[in-house]
């Protein structure tokens, strides 16, 4: 087997066209990784970001992925529907993006990837093309047939998922249930266990109101609904602590001795860890049966074009994901060893 051929094989989704997704794309073709990476993207826009960017890349095509090397870059193309100006959106592009997504989703699944990386997508042109869309979170759960999934971002010493992903704030106490908050804490812990290598995570939860709801006079959530979820869980070993204010959860005394936070919103949790460590954050997809990982940012249309693109967190998504799958390999070979009797009798010999 050659050397390239033992290297995982990561699909990047190129995003939105008239963002900064191609940037980044190009940027990377720039760098060492120690991966084979196929782009899932239109390879003329790919093409025309170079050309405006000043970068020379030797673009690649074909069905076997070489590892990736400086100066060149893999692509899968998938054409555009009309032609794209970088920085200026057209909802009739909008299914091409969507239809990276369905290409490398499907790769995951059939074994052709070992992960996704997703460049960053734009849900309002998405959505006035007609598509109901939220996120790349939701719709790689619909579409992989995932009851549930959870959306955790990890940058800053911080790692913060959200037991609500992208609902209006109205919806969200609501959506709040003892239900829900077992289902996301189960994966949760059972991911930061598998695909983190964390033996017994300690999770800190927030609670949903000012103050925790300052024992109910703030609102009951935490009392009613949050604290039974919580104890019956713990009551199965599950480390968690909270609920707490969420204010004063997010201080370095807290937090520094935890896993993971859990916040109960979009902007509860996400603006404290956006303030740690915006530019070199990743954001993990947990639950689905693949390895999912994305930029900490969104489409920046201001700096498509411009050069002014920082491609930190693309590659620390792409080192997160890498290290996920570095991870998920290795236990796989333990189990296999273990299964063969392998271990059995390295086990007797030490006995
Ligand atoms: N992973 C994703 O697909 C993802 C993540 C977040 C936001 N979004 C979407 O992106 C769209 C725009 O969102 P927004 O305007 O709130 O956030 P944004 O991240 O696109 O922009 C916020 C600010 O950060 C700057 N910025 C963003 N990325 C940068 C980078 N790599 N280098 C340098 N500066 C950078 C922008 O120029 C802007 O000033 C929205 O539709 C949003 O939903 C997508
Ligand atoms: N909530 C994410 C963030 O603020 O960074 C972002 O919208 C991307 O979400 P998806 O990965 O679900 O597209």
Redesign the pocket.
Same mark, same amino acid.
Do not use: Q
């Given at each position: 087997m050659s050397e390239a051929a033992e290297l995982p094989v990561l699909a990047l989704t190129a +995003?939105e066209p008239a963002g900064?997704g191609p940037d %980044?794309c190009i940027a990377l073709s720039q760098r060492a990784l120690p991966c084979r990476l196929s782009v899932l993207g239109d390879v003329d826009v790919l093409r025309a970001r170079a050309a405006q960017l000043g970068i020379a890349v030797d673009f690649v095509s074909g069905d076997t992925i070489p590892a990736h090397r400086p100066g060149a870059l893999h692509v899968r193309h998938m054409p555009v529907a009309v032609p794209v100006i970088a920085g200026v959106l057209d909802p009739r592009n909008s299914a091409h993006v969507l239809a990276l997504l369905d290409a490398a989703l499907a790769g995951c699944m059939n074994g052709s990837y070992h992960a996704v990386v997703?460049a960053?997508? =734009?849900?309002?042109v998405i959505n006035d093309a007609g598509f109901s869309f939220t996120g =790349?979170t939701e719709y790689l759960a619909d579409h992989s047939g995932t009851q549930k999934v959870v959306m955790m971002l990890a940058g800053g010493g911080l790692r913060v998922a959200l037991a609500t992903t992208h609902l209006p704030l109205c919806e969200v106490a609501d959506a709040i249930t003892p239900e829900l908050l077992d289902q996301v804490i189960r994966i949760l812990h059972a991911d930061l266990q598998a695909k983190f290598g964390i033996a017994r995570p300690r999770i800190l939860v927030a609670g949903l109101n000012p103050h925790a709801g300052e024992s109910g006079h703030l609102g009951r959530e935490e009392i009613d609904t949050i604290e039974p979820a919580l104890e019956r869980l713990r009551g199965e070993g599950i480390d968690l602590v909270g609920p707490l204010p969420a204010d004063t959860l997010f201080s370095r005394i807290r937090v520094d001795p935890c896993d993971a936070v859990l916040a109960m919103y979009h902007d509860q949790g996400l603006p404290v860890l956006k303030y740690a460590s915006f +530019?070199a954050g990743v954001?993990i997809t947990l639950g689905l049966p693949f390895i999912r990982t994305?930029?900490d =940012? +969104?489409?920046?249309l201001? %700096?498509a074009g411009s050069g002014?693109?920082?491609v930190s967190?693309l590659l620390a998504a792409i080192e997160v994901a890498l290290e996920m799958i570095g991870r998920q390999s290795r236990a796989e070979s333990r189990e296999s060893r273990a299964g063969s009797g392998v271990l059995d009798s390295l086990d007797l010999k030490r006995s």
């Open positions: +995003g900064i %980044l997703t960053p997508v =734009h849900k309002a =790349h +530019g954001n994305s930029v =940012h +969104g489409t920046a201001d %700096l002014r693109a920082e967190s």
